[in-house]
């Protein structure tokens, strides 16, 4: 319930195979990780590149209709900031925003903190980006 609400206010769809895809990958999240097919490892992956797929194709869908609406959702804030000249968000970090998001509303602290953990390791820029962010303050 938690989550599709937190999927419906973020992006304004209530799609069950998002639901099903994102079920996949919090099972999958906290086991041994053996990338074989049939492990929960490897349904957490395919369920990751699913979601992923699926909020990639709504906000270029999103992107193509943006206009002046009074009913924002956060889908049309994020494509907005990434229209403007000068941001720093890219797509790719969008895509990630709008994925974690609503993990994070649904998910305890423990499985966020294993999913920041995982994404930080993915992403040495961004791992490089938070260790000086750490260093300056």
Same mark, same amino acid.
């Given at each position: 319930?938690?989550?599709?609400?937190?999927?419906?206010?973020?992006?304004? /769809?209530?799609? #069950?195979?998002?639901?099903? /895809?994102?079920?996949?990958?919090?099972?999958?999240?906290?086991?041994?990780?053996?990338?074989?097919?049939?492990?929960?490892?490897?349904?957490?992956?395919?369920? /990751?590149? @699913?979601?992923?797929?699926?909020? @990639?194709?709504m906000s270029e869908e999103r992107r193509g209709t943006l206009t002046k609406k009074q009913d924002k959702d956060? !889908?049309?804030?994020?494509?907005?900031?990434?229209?403007? &000249?000068?941001?720093?968000?890219? #797509?790719?970090?969008?895509?990630? !925003?709008?994925? &974690?998001?609503?993990? &994070?509303?649904? #998910?305890?602290?423990?499985?966020?903190?294993?999913?920041?953990?995982?994404?930080?390791?993915?992403?040495?820029?961004?791992?490089?980006?938070?260790?000086?962010?750490?260093? /300056?303050?």
């Amino acid at each position: 319930m938690i989550y599709d609400f937190t999927v419906r206010k973020l992006s304004g /769809c209530n799609n #069950e195979k998002l639901r099903g /895809c994102n079920s996949a990958f919090l099972d999958g999240l906290i086991s041994f990780p053996l990338n074989i097919p049939g492990t929960a490892y490897w349904k957490c992956l395919q369920g /990751c590149n @699913k979601v992923m797929r699926v909020i @990639k194709i709504m906000s270029e869908e999103r992107r193509g209709t943006l206009t002046k609406k009074q009913d924002k959702d956060f !889908l049309d804030v994020v494509l907005e900031e990434m229209n403007k &000249a000068g941001t720093i968000l890219s #797509e790719q970090t969008a895509l990630d !925003l709008l994925f &974690a998001l609503p993990f &994070a509303a649904f #998910e305890s602290a423990s499985s966020a903190v294993v999913l920041a953990l995982q994404y930080l390791q993915s992403n040495p820029l961004a791992l490089a980006e938070q260790t000086v962010n750490l260093n /300056c303050s």
